[in-house]
Each structure stands twice: as C-alpha cells, then as structure tokens.
C-alpha cells in the first residue's frame, strides 16, 4: 500500500455533493419519492467511488499484477495496440458494482500515453478493445519489459482518466487513473509470460497475481 488512499475517490466528490444537495432539497420540499429515489442514487454513488488500500501482490520484478477490479474476460495472443509486436492480453471487466481505481501493473517508467477517440459498446464485448473510446500507456519495466496497458470506455462509462504522462515512474499498485462507470482494462504483456489467472476469475486491483514474467530480458 504504496501511496495514499482517501478511501472515497476524488472523482466521486462532485457527483455526491450534486445527489446529497437534490436529495436534501427533495426532503425539504416533503417529496417523498424523488427524495427516496435521490438517496438510493446517493449510495450507488457512494459504493461506485470508493478506493479502499489494497495490499500489493508480487515481490519481484518478474510480477504482474491486475491493473483493475473485476473479472477475467479474456485470455488470448493478439497484437499489441500501441507496440509494433504480438502480445497476450489478459482483459479485466469491472462492472458498475466493482471499484474503478486503475492502478500500475509493474514497476515502471511510462513511455507513452495515447487516447484514441472511439464508440462506446458493452466492454464486455470483444470489438470494445479495437472500436471503444480508450487510453493506451505503455510501461518498461524495471528489467527492460514492455506492457502495454489500456484503459476501455463501456456501454455506460462515457469518462477515462489517466493521470500520467512520459517520464513519470510508477510502482506496482500505484494509482494512475480512473474510469467512471462501468469497463474494462485490456493487459498486453510478452507473449512467453506464464500467466496465473485464468478466465472467469474475479481479481482485485494490486492484490491480484496475474502472470510473471517468463525471463528477464538480457539476462
């Protein structure tokens, strides 16, 4: 637990002063539903900006750890969007239930951050990864790895933050972006990295051992 955790996202903190101000007035005025309904919407909200500390998994440079909450989608070879190589990525899928911190997979300085305007399918699809509005940072680990990671837009998430820029040093587990409601995080690693997760796991945001690293490069 590598860096500050306000345990309610900064990102929320517009959403829920504009919800508990109408839900406030809602009351004031004696309208019973629509101040019900607001306070429901208040602790949705509430629950979806959420950012608790999260013990960080691995403790080597070989480790590669979820760069998200949610569930395993996906698991395949393909190319890497940003790097001219072939690749294996492993796709998280956060849904609106799911913290939606995004947080570094590795030890690494960010090379590039790229945004690539797109349309807005379920994230749970396949063609989100191509065709979706999303962000794509490349990473070079501590020994010399490439990993791509790339923040999707959803069917609801109209919103991607990233907060880096090239240069900037991240550490595995730390906080470097946000997507608001509801996802994915496509992971794009060296196709001979052994990979620990498999498809259909719930994973959690640093907590979670994905895959390591075959070898380090040049060794």
Not at 128 to 139: D, F, Q, V
Not at 182 to 211: E, F, H, M, N, Q
Request: hydrophobic letters at 45%; aromatic letters at 10%; a positive charge.
């Amino acid at each position: 637990m590598n860096y500050p955790h306000p345990i309610l996202a900064r990102e929320g903190w517009p959403f829920l002063i504009v919800i508990l101000v109408a839900t406030i007035i809602c009351s004031w005025l004696g309208w019973k539903v629509p101040g019900f309904l607001m306070g429901l919407a208040f602790l949705f909200t509430l629950q979806f900006f959420r950012d608790p500390p999260r013990a960080i998994a691995g403790v080597d440079s070989l480790a590669v750890i979820a760069p998200a909450d949610g569930r395993i989608i996906a698991i395949e070879e393909c190319d890497d969007p940003l790097l001219s190589r072939r690749a294996l990525r492993i796709s998280v899928f956060m849904n609106v239930f799911n913290v939606h911190s995004n947080r570094s997979p590795i030890d690494g300085e960010v090379k590039q951050v790229i945004h690539h305007p797109g349309r807005f399918f379920n994230a749970a699809l396949a063609k989100a990864s191509t065709e979706n509005e999303r962000c794509a940072m490349h990473l070079v680990g501590t020994e010399g790895q490439d990993v791509t990671c790339v923040q999707v837009a959803g069917l609801i998430a109209r919103r991607i933050l990233n907060y880096t820029e090239p240069g900037r040093k991240l550490a595995r587990g730390e906080r470097y972006g946000f997507i608001r409601f509801g996802s994915r995080v496509d992971l794009y690693l060296p196709p001979d990295v052994r990979v620990v997760a498999a498809i259909g796991d719930k994973v959690l945001a640093s907590s979670t051992l994905l895959a390591e690293f075959a070898k380090v490069p040049n060794a």
